[in-house]
């Protein structure tokens, strides 16, 4: 066992602070990682608060990479020393699912056994099975996949999640790729991603909405071919204008992708796909809100698919290292969502400039 400061969150609503725990030796299967970077995802937020469980204590953090230190018995895909990302779905290989070779769908949870604890004794539970914003934490070694050792960790380590959900949600789930079209409404962190993902997979015209220039201005410079600010009014008349400019006689984008988690933004979605087009709802909504009302006879006569991307469909030991392979090779910025590092004991603070609207992802870098 050794001692670790780490970031916990003790009751519902009360900011985080830093503590002091105890992390075990890895037991079968598992492994102890050393953090390096850890980025800051609004799911912590939703943790802190009380939104997601009652298990306080919570350990949180989950976009993070680091380097292994040391694997229990039964690992053998990672080893000490390996710089890896951390993913907060390890596939279990056992449910079905996983039997029929698509464990992008698994939705079981196969996190570490042990438990990391405080001075007292507490049982901590780790948000996402991961709790990374901590010196050094335990994972089941599936939640490991292995990367090139010099990415910049910082980067490396939104793969874990938002940046995933982003890309995935466009490519994985929607599907993007050459000829189609794609419109992304919400750009914060994840829509920025859902762009970045539909221009690497070569779609066009790619379209960004959102209600805020600024973050307009990122999507632009993620690849973005037009944009619409959505403040001044439904973006749904000029998506469809803009993909028949391309594609003419196409009443809407091939694939929206919608990252705000809303209804009003879902049914904008809706309206702004071509018929038998794809909406990928990849914002998570807060546990109140429910679908808005529709005619049914426009879900059927629209056809397509209504799809919700959970965590981009990504498989880890396939997507990570590819997209490593496309960041180190330039052709996928994710240097763009590393807005500011930030020390272990600035989290609080990082979760106060979430919602100002500079901010795409504070990364914690230890
Ligand atoms: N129309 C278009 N864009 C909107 C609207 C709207 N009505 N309302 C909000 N937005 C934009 C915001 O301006 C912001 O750019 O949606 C974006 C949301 O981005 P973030 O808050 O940075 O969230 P992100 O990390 O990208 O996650 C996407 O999933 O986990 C949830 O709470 C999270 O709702 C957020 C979503
Ligand atoms: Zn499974
Ligand atoms: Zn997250």
């Not at 080893?79 to 993913?87: E, H, M, S, Y």
């Not at 809100?289 to 529709?294: G, K």
């Given at each position: 066992m050794q001692q670790v400061k780490a970031?916990?969150?003790t009751a519902k609503g009360e900011p985080v602070s830093i503590a002091t725990v105890n992390v075990p030796d890895p037991g079968p299967g598992?492994?102890?990682?050393?953090?390096?970077?850890?980025?800051?995802?609004?799911?912590?937020?939703h943790y802190r608060e009380g939104g997601i469980s009652d298990d306080f204590p919570f350990l949180l953090g989950h976009e993070a990479s680091g380097i292994v230190e040391s694997v229990g018995p039964d690992v053998s895909d990672v080893?000490?020393?390996?710089?890896?990302?951390?993913?907060w779905r390890a596939v279990c290989g056992e449910c079905r699912a996983c039997?029929?070779?698509?464990?992008?769908?698994?939705?079981?949870?196969?996190?570490?056994?042990?438990?990391?604890?405080?001075?007292?004794?507490?049982?901590?539970?780790p948000a996402l099975g991961i709790g990374a914003f901590a010196e050094k934490t335990l994972v089941a070694a599936g939640q490991c996949t292995k990367v090139d050792p010099s990415a910049r960790p910082a980067a490396a380590g939104l793969l874990g999640c938002g940046v995933m959900a982003g890309l995935g949600a466009a490519i994985n789930t929607g599907g993007a790729t050459r000829g189609r079209s794609v419109a992304v409404i919400g750009c914060g962190g994840v829509g920025v991603a859902a762009v970045a993902g539909a221009v690497l997979a070569?779609?066009?015209?790619?379209?960004a909405v959102d209600i805020d220039a600024r973050k307009l201005a990122a999507a632009r410079a993620a690849g973005a071919m037009h944009t619409i600010d959505s403040s001044a009014g439904d973006p749904v008349e000029q998506i469809k204008q803009i993909c028949a400019e391309t594609y003419p006689?196409?009443?809407?984008?091939?694939?929206?992708?919608?990252?705000?988690?809303?209804?009003?933004?879902?049914?904008?979605?809706?309206?702004a796909r071509d018929l038998a087009g794809t909406l990928v709802l990849v914002g998570v909504p807060t546990?109140?809100?429910?679908?808005?009302?529709?005619p049914l006879i426009d879900v059927f006569g629209r056809g397509g698919a209504l799809k919700s991307s959970w965590y981009g469909d990504c498989l880890p030991s396939r997507d990570f290292p590819m997209l490593i392979d496309?960041?180190?090779?330039?052709?996928?910025?994710?240097?763009?969502?590393?807005?500011?590092?930030?020390?272990?004991?600035?989290?609080?603070?990082?979760?106060?400039?979430?919602?100002?609207?500079?901010?795409?992802?504070s990364v914690v870098v230890l």
């Open positions: 970031v916990v969150a598992e492994a102890l990682v050393k953090i390096l970077a850890c980025g800051v995802c609004h799911t912590d937020l080893a000490p020393g390996d710089f890896v990302i951390l993913n039997k029929r070779g698509e464990a992008q769908y698994c939705f079981a949870t196969h996190n570490a056994k042990q438990q990391m604890t405080l001075g007292d004794g507490t049982a901590l539970s070569g779609s066009s015209p790619v379209i006689g196409a009443e809407g984008a091939d694939i929206v992708v919608e990252a705000v988690g809303r209804p009003e933004t879902w049914k904008q979605g809706f309206y546990p109140d809100l429910t679908l808005p009302e529709l496309l960041y180190q090779r330039g052709r996928l910025d994710l240097d763009a969502f590393v807005t500011e590092e930030i020390a272990l004991d600035q989290v609080e603070e990082a979760f106060d400039r979430m919602h100002d609207g500079t901010v795409l992802r």
